[in-house]
């Protein structure tokens, strides 16, 4: 008996605690988002922020993987700059991105392409993927 008196108690608790974040989660959302997946090539638009002007930058490179669900996603995306690896995690959902482009698409076989980091040149090519 206590013991059901006891989860009737944390279920409430946990019910409570979840309601702000959920609504925080709904309203933060921005909406339709580009489908893309791992091993594209994206072209990311970013929105910096210089004494009180604003442009645009475009980080261009693959996404080697996306964590996370819904609100809280993120993907990393990585490119070659001047013969030395460039990683940028960005969040999916925020207001710094003004819009993802996907230039490509290639076939892969991981959820997260890590072992990019160690092989260089020719190696490191995606395979595109191949339309039926």
């Given amino acids: ?3 059901e008196k006891a989860d009737k108690k944390s279920k409430k608790k946990n ?7 959920q609504e925080v989660v709904k309203t933060n959302t921005m909406g339709a988002i580009v489908p893309f997946s791992i091993g594209d090539m994206v072209h990311v ?4 922020y210089e004494g009180g002007k604003e442009r ?9 993987a996306r964590k996370g669900a819904k609100a809280t996603e993120n993907f990393t995306v990585r490119r070659i700059s001047h013969g030395v690896g460039v990683e940028r995690i960005f969040p999916l ?12 698409s290639s076939r892969v076989r991981r959820a997260k392409l ?5 092989i260089a040149g020719k190696k490191a090519k995606l395979r595109p993927k191949v339309q039926a």
């Fill in 1 to 3: 008996m206590a013991a």
């Fill in 15 to 21: 019910d409570a605690s979840d309601r702000p974040v």
């Fill in 45 to 48: 638009h970013v929105k910096i």
């Fill in 56 to 64: 645009i930058q475009i980080f261009s490179g693959a996404v080697i």
């Fill in 93 to 104: 959902q925020s207001p710094h991105i003004a819009k993802i482009e996907v230039e490509s």
């Fill in 114 to 118: 890590y072992y990019l980091r160690e």
